[in-house]
């Protein structure tokens, strides 16, 4: 295997200077339209590989934006990253997914991973409880975009959302349902992001001139779905027995839907179940979920749009674009009771 | 923001010699560890962030690992992903997660983009009909393994299953269940992959004595819930009506569980359905799947253990690690009909 091709081979075979082809390569200057294409077939035969490091010493950086998220395996941010990586691809770019599991420390490992190698650019879906440390990446100049994070102080251009509205929504829901033993299963994630709904939620029942005490709260369910179908049995193990409960996310609804199906019970007739994101499992879960929508595509798409507005222009402004969360009314919530 | 850090300021800040960082840095040479500790101080004062490109220049890679697979929302990749991370991370490396949708070219774009990059290793879950376009990788000199991909002729180390049988021991359970309309509903992924379960299949209709016209087959299922769930509907209006339905893998075969029970219809009373693969999802589902196990975690580790080897020992030979299909019966095939 030609293990050893240099620019030089490419110039050699291409009958073109060596600053000709770095010329090509980098974009410094233009080439014509019969030299480039020498060039072109002389890359394609030699196989040669243009080192991207070089350009990175240069001061360029990779072609890549860097996604963190705390959970790969939610659909919900996999169709974040779909609305980064179309748009990246428009530019050539590659998307560097990478899982943090919510944990802190893997967060910041990363992120000083990828500032080392210089990542064009990066979106953090911050959902742990403490803003990220981006002094390395913004030692080294990389254009930054936080997603959610509400409540943490940070400077950078950001995608936000109305977590208290959501919060508010779907408990006004439950309540003018009639239900008044109600659990918020606030789940994985930012200890801030699920205090905002709760606080949202507290807010309805003010509202609606109810008792706080008809609300409960667990931040029990973890990231398996083990752990999620666990949380299923403990509610119907509860005593009160909730007769409503609002979950961190749509698939602890999914998995307290089938694991109540599974034993059974009846959904809403035992328990009505509200969501939160409206990833497409939900509208065909076994029983079609009433959720809170948050645009999962959008959401990755405007933070890419931000990314790469810095990119362009660093010295810009930063930029806020705010989601506004929506209730989504399924059979899983059901009628009065 | 310090932008403009650089190995100097740490020297000077350190009271070493430009050469002492340097050497500290890239592990050239032992620094005593007074010096080091005043190094390490003064790179956290500094922010100072060391630029692995230089490092690539002289021959090194990155230290990230590729991970290319063809849909990162099946938990079934998001496993694979998780054995792959927890053995980069214990040596320090950064898992890059890349989402080829299962599309050749997109596929090319990456592992060009990634050898640009100079990444560190690449992992390939092939299952594309075609075999990846190596070329670029090894001409810079990349470790390489890759996941499946049976019957493509490729020359590096190797993690595999055996198809073939998976289809066998799924097929000769729902013979022997007494059922005598089939259906292979083979979903996405590799045609070659999918074609060795046929065969299987096939051989297990021979070895039973039963006619080859009892199994039918489809490669219809795309890659979101919502084409899923159409197939299902698909299914329900056949004529002559499928008993038993093998699925390509376990999302498939709960879309359809899904679709079933929320339209009222019985699993396996109307139609016993076989899953593959056994994410953790199979087991926990409205009715827990019958199905194909691939030791999704297991896959993970074991090619990041490959690749390790090879990035240890560039010379050494291509290894193959081989993992056997297992039957898990649970009761979405149900009793004999």
């Given at each position: 295997m030609a293990k050893n091709v240099t620019i030089k081979d490419v110039a050699a075979l291409a009958g073109v200077s060596l600053g000709t082809v770095s010329n090509y390569i980098n974009g410094t200057r233009t080439v014509a339209a019969d030299t480039r294409a020498r060039i072109e077939r002389a890359i394609e035969v030699t196989?040669?590989?243009?080192?991207r490091a070089v350009r990175t010493l240069r001061g360029n950086r990779t072609h890549t934006v860097g996604l963190l998220v705390?959970?790969?395996?939610n659909p919900f941010f996999t169709e974040i990253a779909r609305g980064v990586e179309d748009l990246a691809r428009g530019r050539g770019d590659v998307l560097v997914y990478c899982d943090t599991a919510g944990d802190s420390e893997r967060q910041a490992l990363y992120i000083r991973s990828l500032a080392e190698m210089r990542v064009g650019g990066l979106i953090i879906s911050a959902t742990a409880s403490m803003p990220p440390d981006l002094g390395d990446l913004e030692a080294v100049g990389t254009p930054i975009v936080v997603v959610g994070g509400e409540g943490m102080a940070m400077s950078t251009s950001r995608v936000t959302f109305d977590q208290r509205l959501g919060g508010m929504l779907a408990m006004k829901h439950v309540l003018e349902l009639?239900?008044?033993?109600?659990?918020?299963?606030?789940?994985?994630?930012g200890e801030l992001v699920i205090q905002a709904r709760y606080e949202g939620a507290l807010a309805a029942i003010d509202a609606l001139g109810?008792?706080?005490?008809?609300l409960h709260r667990v931040d029990a369910a973890g990231r398996s779905v083990r752990e999620r179908s666990k949380l299923a049995d403990e509610i119907m193990a509860m005593?009160?027995?909730?007769t409503a409960v609002l979950c961190g996310n749509d698939l602890i609804a999914i998995a307290i839907v089938n694991t109540l199906v599974r034993t059974g019970r009846a959904v809403p007739g035992d328990l009505a179940i509200v969501g939160y994101d409206d990833i497409t499992d939900a509208q065909l879960a076994v029983v079609p979920l009433t959720t809170v929508r948050q645009p999962a595509y959008q959401i990755g798409a405007s933070a890419a749009e931000l990314l790469f507005e810095r990119a362009d222009d660093p010295a810009g402004p930063h930029r806020e674009i705010s989601f506004a969360p929506e209730l989504i009314v399924r059979d899983s919530s059901g009628q009065s009771v």
């Amino acid at each position: 295997m030609a293990k050893n091709v240099t620019i030089k081979d490419v110039a050699a075979l291409a009958g073109v200077s060596l600053g000709t082809v770095s010329n090509y390569i980098n974009g410094t200057r233009t080439v014509a339209a019969d030299t480039r294409a020498r060039i072109e077939r002389a890359i394609e035969v030699t196989r040669f590989v243009p080192n991207r490091a070089v350009r990175t010493l240069r001061g360029n950086r990779t072609h890549t934006v860097g996604l963190l998220v705390p959970d790969a395996g939610n659909p919900f941010f996999t169709e974040i990253a779909r609305g980064v990586e179309d748009l990246a691809r428009g530019r050539g770019d590659v998307l560097v997914y990478c899982d943090t599991a919510g944990d802190s420390e893997r967060q910041a490992l990363y992120i000083r991973s990828l500032a080392e190698m210089r990542v064009g650019g990066l979106i953090i879906s911050a959902t742990a409880s403490m803003p990220p440390d981006l002094g390395d990446l913004e030692a080294v100049g990389t254009p930054i975009v936080v997603v959610g994070g509400e409540g943490m102080a940070m400077s950078t251009s950001r995608v936000t959302f109305d977590q208290r509205l959501g919060g508010m929504l779907a408990m006004k829901h439950v309540l003018e349902l009639g239900h008044r033993q109600v659990l918020f299963a606030g789940g994985p994630g930012g200890e801030l992001v699920i205090q905002a709904r709760y606080e949202g939620a507290l807010a309805a029942i003010d509202a609606l001139g109810n008792d706080r005490a008809v609300l409960h709260r667990v931040d029990a369910a973890g990231r398996s779905v083990r752990e999620r179908s666990k949380l299923a049995d403990e509610i119907m193990a509860m005593r009160p027995r909730p007769t409503a409960v609002l979950c961190g996310n749509d698939l602890i609804a999914i998995a307290i839907v089938n694991t109540l199906v599974r034993t059974g019970r009846a959904v809403p007739g035992d328990l009505a179940i509200v969501g939160y994101d409206d990833i497409t499992d939900a509208q065909l879960a076994v029983v079609p979920l009433t959720t809170v929508r948050q645009p999962a595509y959008q959401i990755g798409a405007s933070a890419a749009e931000l990314l790469f507005e810095r990119a362009d222009d660093p010295a810009g402004p930063h930029r806020e674009i705010s989601f506004a969360p929506e209730l989504i009314v399924r059979d899983s919530s059901g009628q009065s009771v």
